[in-house]
């Protein structure tokens, strides 16, 4: 946008949403269902996130008041979580290809 290339500002994941950080890793229903199985996966430890967060603010409070050990797992998890929706959305865009959920997990 800073360089005015035309460019899409619709989430290329749900196609319903302007594609803001916000929306993509915590609020897009494709995002969601990522955050459901991962919480699924680690049995609840990774809960999907809720509304009124930032990014940061979501990663703060989500490892608040964890012990050292269970802290450093959940950090992983979330971030290796946001890291593969960015990839989806990545691979989405710039290749055309479209994994699902669970995939993406």
């Not at 360089?3 to 994941?13: D, E, H, I, P, S």
Request: hydrophobic fraction near 35%; charge should be positive; glycine fraction near 4%.
């Amino acid at each position: 946008m800073a360089r005015q290339w035309r460019c899409n500002l619709v989430c290329k994941l749900c196609n319903s949403e302007q594609e803001t950080t916000y929306h993509l890793i915590l609020h897009c229903s494709f995002a969601r269902n990522v955050w459901t199985k991962m919480a699924e996966w680690t049995q609840n430890l990774v809960q999907q996130p809720t509304d009124g967060f930032e990014v940061m603010d979501w990663l703060k409070k989500e490892l608040a008041q964890l012990p050292k050990k269970d802290r450093r797992l959940k950090a992983t998890l979330l971030i290796y979580g946001s890291w593969n929706i960015w990839k989806e959305r990545n691979s989405g865009i710039f290749e055309q290809k479209q994994m699902s959920p669970g995939e993406v997990l």
